[in-house]
């Protein structure tokens, strides 16, 4: 095939062809893993509930509470067992990390302590600020460990800060980010505490 | 050239990371760990042979002065393709790989094979240079990474090697891609030269 002449009209129609051809390739592939996307990001978020609360049988009705300093609103998932009240599960988040926003699920049991976290969406180093996944779930050292604490018994602010929870080696950034939005999850489950039912009631 | 040298070129002859210094914004930013760096390397690979494809096809089609942004859209497209079905079916690995996959469009390894053979080569030929110097780049990327993450965690593909108390951090930060580029680089040209 000769090459095409650069003339005005072969580039506006080969431009206009290519960039057709590509909008429409792109048009097919989303629609078709638009379903499977929202299954995975559900069963991911289905997952992590699971992961920190206690066992529980049911889940109630989710529902949103807004944050008072403005800003996007708090998810709560409460959670039963044999149609009691056992935890609830925040989905919260933070602006503030090293690399911006957090997004963490947090579990808070009936006595009101976090039961268990598990972070969804950050953008931080890896192999240094992404190790909070682990690094504040490790019994093994009770200096970094929230699990079975509040923000009540507990200064939840870095040991740098004067806190009482170690921050990971060399990312106090991404550590003081990841205890306010703990924080801010405790908080609004406080205020919040009459808007959960006490049992699964239908 | 025969095939199997213009496959084989891109491991340590014209390697596209320690020979070519091509798409280092990927290479220096993903390769804090040895997985990391395989999965950046084979979703490179994926976008660099179907675009090595689609531009050797279309390339009598496309006038010279408009070439590039053709082909810039060729490669956004796939690399879309690629985070789309990634998000759908690999969700655990866009979640660690999610914030690099569109770092691929940038990537001038993917335009620059593109451009320098691609347009100049029959199907076949780029096909196999697409999957050669997209394996090149993979191969570098999981020794940069798997150095790394021997060096600043201890670990390789996530398994403990040495306890974490021992390990030199810096490697896994930004001046650690640095200064393990520069350590190949130097082993590289010394196998070469021999």
Redesign the interface.
């Known amino acids: ?7 005005f009209i ?2 506006v129609v ?2 206009f062809l ?2 057709g051809i ?1 909008a429409a ?2 048009g097919f ?2 629609d078709f ?1 638009k379903g ?2 929202a299954e ?2 559900l ?2 978020q289905q997952e992590a509930i699971t992961n920190v609360l206690p066992q529980f049988d049911a889940l109630g009705e989710s529902f949103k509470t807004l944050v008072e300093e403005g800003g996007d609103s708090l998810e709560f998932f409460p959670a039963y067992k044999n149609g009691e009240l056992v935890g609830t599960a925040i989905k919260t988040y933070t602006k503030n990390g090293f690399s911006g926003f957090i997004s963490i699920m947090a579990g808070i049991d009936s006595e009101g302590n976090f039961s268990g976290y598990s972070v969804l ?1 950050h ?1 931080e ?4 600020g992404s190790k909070m996944d682990t690094w504040f779930s490790d019994q093994e050292k009770p200096g970094q460990y929230v699990i079975g604490k509040n923000p009540v018994s507990n200064n939840f602010t870095v040991t740098k800060d004067g806190g009482d929870i170690d921050a990971i ?2 990312s106090t950034i991404t550590s003081r980010a990841f205890l306010e939005a703990l924080v801010l999850a405790y908080n609004s489950h406080k205020e919040n505490k009459e808007a959960i039912p006490a049992t699964a009631g239908n | 050239m025969s095939q199997l040298k213009n496959f084989s070129k891109g491991f340590i002859k014209e390697n596209p990371v320690f020979v070519l210094l091509l798409g280092m914004c990927p290479t220096l930013g993903v390769t804090s760990s040895a997985i990391n760096g395989l999965g950046m390397g084979l979703a490179t690979t994926f976008v660099l042979l179907m675009s090595n494809i689609v531009v050797s096809i279309v390339k009598g089609a496309i006038p010279d002065k408009v070439r590039i942004p053709a082909f810039i859209v060729i490669i956004a497209t796939f690399v879309t393709i690629v985070e789309l079905t990634m998000q759908a079916y690999l969700p655990s690995l866009f979640k660690s790989l999610g914030l690099f996959i569109p770092l691929i469009v940038v990537n001038c390894l993917v335009l620059g094979r593109a451009e320098a053979f691609a347009s100049k080569n029959n199907l076949i030929s780029s096909m196999i240079d697409g999957l050669g110097m997209g394996l090149g780049f993979t191969f570098a990327l999981v020794l940069l990474g798997g150095f790394r993450e021997i060096l600043g965690a201890g670990k390789i593909f996530d398994i403990t090697i040495y306890s974490e108390n021992y390990v030199t951090l810096l490697f896994v930060l930004s001046p650690g891609a640095f200064i393990v580029l520069g350590y190949l680089i130097a082993l590289i040209n010394r196998i070469k030269t021999k």
């Open positions: 095939m000769a090459k095409k002449e650069s003339t072969n580039m080969m431009l290519v960039t590509a390739a792109l592939v989303y893993t499977p996307i995975a990001k069963k991911a969406e953008k180093t890896p192999g240094l080696t060399a």
